[in-house]
């Protein structure tokens, strides 16, 4: 096995990125002998790689993104980048290692930008249009960031969340265009930038967790990690060709939805629909109007949309990846059932960048995961991180191309790397034939009267319910049983919440899993509490926030 050659000289002139890495043996190790194509030389700019490299070989007139209000192609965005490139450096005065952070929908002006700050040498702090000043403040004080570009359409919790920090300032886009917009600082600038040399192991983006059990992480990945994940899950599970289209729900500050809807289609040379708004109605029009041949969204969206397909046409489908959070059978069988296509379901992490373990085709059994995805390693290992046996349920890890290394946090570093392996947090079976099937995520197994009982198998189980739209079972203190396997339920429709029902729920389950993990308390919601990117925060519910 090998790690990167020692670190190329970096041309961060800002060096915070680089002060506030873990110390060097609290990484990872990293491996890029799995894969020849992992072998980056040291130098290395990967919007050069995945932008000006393409045009270079010819697809500058070729579409690269499809919005309602018409299409970008490879050479446009690449003038548009250079152009905002010149403004960052020659009117906002960002030099190599800054950071810069980035607020807005998904919008091909959106992504220029993101673009412009990596060709620039800084560092892209991307965030969810739905967050709040406060979360705004706290990310931006984190990453210590004193300049943000934001579609002026959020510009009202970015400049809130700015407020009282000295030097910091607040461009617009997508506005009017008027004095001090960043079209205006733009206008006039060549269409042709010399992108900063980085090293490829130069910090590239910092993408923040999305608060499943708290306060989001800062995640460092290099360069070369954004090159990597193109090069790992992509080719080897989604096959992708300079004919596809690419739509998907998530924002490209989640980096699903970097990964899903510009980084992957470009680096195959295809497009993608980029969607202001994500809901699954919307996708399925983007998917009609766009012939869209591959979808990105979370397991909701697949089980929401699989009851909308009612007089659409999806005929151009041949590819459907979820990630986000497990994909429960039941949602998997609906959606093959109703499209007759079988969804890529996947595992990544934040820390990791993108996707490691996963199947596609005939390698897909529902209800697994999958497969360790090419370049990368994993296993199932106890609490001294000796690995289990197969069949086992224990602690997934994971190593391979990228890994975590988390911005000034050292508690949380050791916790998440041991012994060169990357804990994700996951409880994992690995089966005699390589397959991994989730269990939970290690706080969210239960421990009822002395019990092991996994959260997510008894929400399996409730999703089988015609009468359930979505649920979340969590363990609440008990003091007789430790704790209480509680769920809480959304209903379909029409359905009458009441004690017939919640009788009715717990039957099931105990016809449907063994009897001693139904739910002793079944609790109905109007909604599940989610993090902007629809992941389930659970612990919302341990804390008694339905």
């Not at 919008?107 to 040498?121: E, I, N, R, S, Y």
């Not at 510009?155 to 969340?161: E, I, P, R, T």
């Not at 994971?398 to 392996?421: F, I, K, M, N």
């Not at 009822?448 to 999703?463: F, K, Q, W």
Request: hydrophobic content about 40%.
């Amino acid at each position: 096995m090998t790690e990167s050659a020692p670190a190329a000289r970096s041309a961060h002139v800002d060096p915070f990125c680089r002060d506030h890495l873990p110390p060097r043996d609290q990484w990872p190790l990293l491996r890029y002998d799995l894969l020849p194509r992992l072998d980056y030389p040291d130098r290395l700019n990967c919007a050069v790689e995945l932008l000006d490299a393409q045009v270079a070989n010819g697809l500058g007139r070729r579409p690269v993104f499809h919005t309602a209000a018409g299409t970008w192609t490879y050479g446009e965005l690449l003038a548009a980048s250079n152009r905002i490139a010149h403004a960052l450096v020659e009117e906002l005065g960002v030099v190599p290692g800054a950071r810069v952070l980035l607020r807005g929908p998904n919008t091909p002006l959106q992504v220029a930008c993101w673009f412009a700050v990596l060709k620039a040498g800084a560092v892209a702090v991307c965030t969810m249009p739905l967050l709040r000043a406060r979360e705004v403040a706290y990310v931006a004080e984190k990453a210590r960031v004193s300049l943000a570009l934001c579609d002026a359409r959020c510009l009202d919790d970015c400049a809130a969340g700015f407020a009282g920090r000295e030097g910091a300032r607040t461009v617009t886009f997508g506005g009017d265009g008027g004095e001090g917009s960043l079209e205006a600082l733009m206008r006039g600038k060549p269409a042709t930038f010399d992108a900063v040399d980085t090293a490829a192991d130069d910090v590239a983006l910092i993408a923040f967790t999305s608060g499943t059990t708290g306060q989001g992480k800062g995640t460092m990945h290099f360069h070369r990690d954004v090159l990597a994940v193109c090069d790992c899950f992509p080719p080897h599970l989604l096959g992708l060709r300079p004919d596809d289209v690419c739509a998907g729900t998530p924002p490209i500050a989640f980096t699903f939805g970097l990964g899903g809807l510009v980084l992957f289609p470009m680096r195959a040379g295809a497009s993608a629909v980029l969607l202001e708004q994500g809901s699954p109605a919307l996708l399925l029009d983007a998917v009609e109007r766009f012939r869209a041949t591959a979808t990105f969204t979370a397991p909701t969206a697949y089980r929401a949309m699989a009851g909308l397909l009612a007089g659409r046409d999806v005929s151009s489908l041949r590819l459907c990846v979820s990630a986000g959070e497990a994909l429960p059978k039941a949602t998997s069988e609906a959606w093959q059932a109703a499209t007759g296509l079988r969804i890529v379901d996947g595992i990544g992490a934040t820390e990791m960048l993108h996707i490691f373990i996963s199947a596609a085709g005939d390698d897909v059994r529902p209800g697994s995961t999958g497969k360790v995805v090419p370049g990368y390693e994993a296993r199932v290992v106890d609490d001294d991180m000796a690995e289990v046996p197969r069949g086992t349920v224990g602690r997934l890890a994971v190593r391979g191309p990228t890994g975590c290394r988390y911005l000034d946090d050292a508690e949380r570093q050791r916790g998440y790397v041991r012994d060169g392996w990357n804990l994700t947090g996951d409880s994992y079976v690995q089966d005699a034939d390589g397959y991994f099937w989730y269990q939970a995520r290690t706080d969210d197994m239960i421990v009822s009267s002395g019990y092991n009982i996994a959260g997510p198998e008894v929400e399996a189980a409730l999703m089988l319910h015609e009468a359930v739209q979505e649920c979340a079972v969590v363990g609440l203190p008990d003091e007789e049983r430790g704790q209480l396997v509680t769920a809480y339920v959304v209903c379909r429709a029409g359905v009458a919440a009441d004690e017939a029902l919640a009788k009715a729920l717990q039957d099931h389950v105990k016809a449907t899993i063994a009897p001693y993990k139904y739910p002793r308390r079944v609790v109905f919601v109007d909604q599940l509490p989610r993090t902007a990117t629809g992941k389930l925060q659970r612990y919302r519910l341990r804390e008694g926030d339905a």
